[in-house]
């Protein structure tokens, strides 16, 4: 049985930065596309960042330059560092197995506000 499990969401204020994990059970993550995406109030889910099999990575234009996606295969957790962190962050992030998805775990809220 797959299980993904976030962390490390919280209240940050603008400029801030936070570095979200993503804990994985039940499969390898060196082998699989994985990514990071977030839900803010009253709109669609969105892509964040992705990264395939051979540690290719692709970001939303808005966060281009300042998130960074990464897989530790040691310990098979998907990491998602944010730095300068904007008010329009704000969303809930859900970490995602497969392309398109076939796993989700529950999320972990991300606030930026002053």
């Known amino acids: 049985q797959v299980q993904l499990v976030e962390s490390g969401g919280g209240l940050v204020q603008p400029g801030g930065s936070l570095n979200l994990s993503c804990a994985v059970s039940g499969m390898e993550v060196r082998f699989a596309a994985m990514g990071w995406h977030r839900q803010a109030p009253g709109k669609q889910r969105e892509l964040v960042a992705t990264?395939?099999?051979?540690?290719?990575?692709k970001y939303a234009d808005s966060v281009k330059g300042r998130f960074t996606i990464s897989k530790d295969n040691a310990k098979n957790t998907v990491d998602l560092e944010m730095k300068l962190l904007e008010p329009t962050d704000t969303a809930v992030y859900y970490c995602?197995?497969?392309?398109?998805?076939?796993?989700w775990g529950q999320g972990t809220q991300v606030t930026v506000s002053s």
């Open positions: 995602g197995a497969g392309t398109p998805p076939a796993y």
């Open positions: 990264i395939n099999y051979y540690g290719i990575t």
